[in-house]
């Protein structure tokens, strides 16, 4: 997983009408025309624009981390190699080999990692006030009645037709798809040891042959050299006897009893 799902806020704003509203600044009374009447001045507030909300959305937050990601374990491989003793069987399909520890393979992956969510911050834009003077009727009038109509003015105002909305959505994470090996099992190396070269003498090529005639196989003439007669009938000796083929083995000297 390169990214974490989040919250996806979207916000659609209200929708304001502006127009005008009418208000009384001066109300209607009777009057005489003998004695009129005493007005005396109010000031007062009227709304003009009422409170509206609105929501900020604060993008989430991310950071960069670098993360190892192992491909390939470290794994044991042969090579093959030059062993004692393997150069003296050409033909018989013996091999030699050399353990090599491969490291493990490793990638370094960049993922976000979410470190605040997206949020909603709730900003307030305060109602709106006019300040209005009006007359008012202090001392209404005596003896004649006389009826005053009341005044009126329009003051431009603004009203909500539709408040803000707030939706919310769920963003997927994202991942990426990493190829990785692994192995299962264990690796199992099966090896005889064999003789050294230098430890290849014609003393000892001799009783190996001696052995040999003993048992019935033929090395061909007794001189101490190991020859490719005598690596025929050691291979035929060993083949018979179930023993490894192709290399002159302890296992082979300890059967042919040649110390």
Same mark, same amino acid.
Do not use: H, M, W
């Given at each position: 997983m390169v990214k974490d799902s989040v919250n996806k806020i979207t916000v659609t704003p209200a929708e304001l009408e502006k127009g005008f509203k009418q208000v009384v600044t001066r109300e209607g009374t009777k009057t005489y025309r003998i004695e009129p009447p005493t007005y005396r001045v109010v000031s007062e507030q009227v709304k003009i624009r009422p409170e509206v909300k609105r929501y900020i959305v604060v993008p989430a937050v991310y950071e960069d981390v670098k993360e190892t990601v192992t491909l390939e374990e470290a794994k044991t491989v042969l090579d093959q190699c030059r062993a004692a003793g393997t150069r003296y069987s050409s033909g018989t399909g013996a091999m030699s080999f050399c353990a090599r520890q491969v490291p493990a393979k490793q990638e370094v992956v960049k993922v976000k990692k979410l470190v605040s969510p997206e949020t909603v911050r709730v900003e307030t834009d305060p109602a709106q006030y006019k300040s209005v003077t009006r007359w008012i009727v202090d001392k209404?009038?005596?003896?004649?009645?006389?009826?005053?109509?009341?005044?009126?003015?329009?003051?431009?105002?603004?009203?909500?037709?539709?408040?803000?909305?707030?939706?919310?959505?769920? *963003?997927?994470?994202?991942?990426? @798809?990493?190829? +990785?090996? $692994?192995?299962?099992?264990?690796? #199992?190396?099966?090896?005889?040891?064999?003789?050294?070269?230098?430890?290849?003498?014609?003393? *000892?090529?001799?009783?190996?042959? @001696?052995?040999? +005639?003993? $048992?019935?196989?033929?090395?061909? #003439?007794?001189?101490?050299?190991?020859?490719?007669?005598?690596?025929?009938?050691?291979?035929?000796?060993?083949?018979?006897?179930?023993?490894?083929?192709?290399?002159?083995?302890?296992?082979?000297?300890?059967?042919?009893?040649?110390?």
């Open positions: 209404p009038a005596q003896a004649v009645e006389v009826t005053l109509d009341p005044e009126y003015t329009k003051v431009a105002s603004t009203e909500v037709v539709r408040p803000v909305e707030a939706n919310q959505i769920i *963003l997927p994470e994202e991942k990426r @798809q990493l190829q +990785v090996t $692994r192995f299962e099992g264990t690796a #199992r190396i099966v090896s005889r040891q064999t003789i050294c070269d230098p430890d290849i003498n014609d003393d *000892l090529v001799t009783r190996l042959q @001696q052995s040999l +005639v003993k $048992r019935g196989f033929n090395p061909g #003439r007794v001189d101490g050299k190991l020859g490719k007669r005598t690596l025929d009938a050691l291979t035929e000796f060993q083949t018979a006897n179930g023993l490894a083929v192709g290399a002159l083995t302890l296992e082979s000297l300890t059967a042919l009893e040649v110390q």
